[in-house]
């Protein structure tokens, strides 16, 4: 089967960052901070259940941010196949865009609030969320080149470590927006 986009794929790429950009800029004028309130910038920020959690460059949920990618991957890999891998790339980059967007609005942020362990969540940083697509097209290029089976290990690896260190990862993290639990949100608590 052909495909479909004959651009260069570092033509892909740059439709890619400027979708980012234009995500951030979007954020930027939904009220998003820039940067952390706290004032300075960590390149890896531990500690969940803080004000500074998905304020920085990376955290916890940087791990989900990459499997996103790599579904992303699969998905567009199956019922897109006749698109380019860089196509299939910006497209990724689009959706994860709108979902940082969409995951910023008041609706997404009092979800979190109401039925996960995310209790003093007010949205991501506009660096935060840059750097979450960042994680995705990581993610998404990984599984473009990695074996299938290295890629599904990487994935479940990263669900279990996050489970582990944190007790919630994506599995748990879509659950709790769309099913809440009681008993998984008094365990995330530590309960």
């Known amino acids: 089967m052909s495909t479909v986009g004959r651009m260069p794929f570092w033509a892909y790429v740059a ?20 940067i952390c309130k706290c004032g300075h910038v960590e390149l890896w920020h531990s500690e969940v259940q803080s004000s500074g959690n998905s304020q920085h460059i990376s955290d916890w949920y940087s791990l989900s941010h990459m499997i ?28 994860e865009a709108a979902w940082e967007v969409f ?47 290295l890629s599904a290990l990487l994935v479940v690896a990263m669900e279990l470590i996050a489970l582990y260190a944190i007790r919630d990862n994506l599995t748990l993290n879509i659950l709790m927006l769309v099913y809440p639990l009681e008993a998984v949100k008094t365990w995330q608590m530590g309960g």
């Open 68 to 95: 996103h990618g790599f579904l992303f991957f699969l998905g567009l890999s199956i019922f897109a196949r006749w698109l380019s891998v860089g196509a299939r790339l910006a497209l990724a980059t689009l959706v």
């Open 103 to 149: 995951e910023n609005t008041e609706f997404v942020i009092n979800r979190y609030r109401e039925s996960t362990l995310s209790l003093d969540y007010f949205g991501d940083s506009v660096l935060n969320s840059v750097t979450d697509i960042g994680f995705m097209m990581i993610g998404f290029v990984l599984a473009w080149r990695l074996p299938v089976w």
């Open 15 to 34: 439709i890619s960052l400027a979708v980012t950009a234009a995500a951030a800029f979007t954020l930027h004028q939904m009220g998003q901070v820039l």
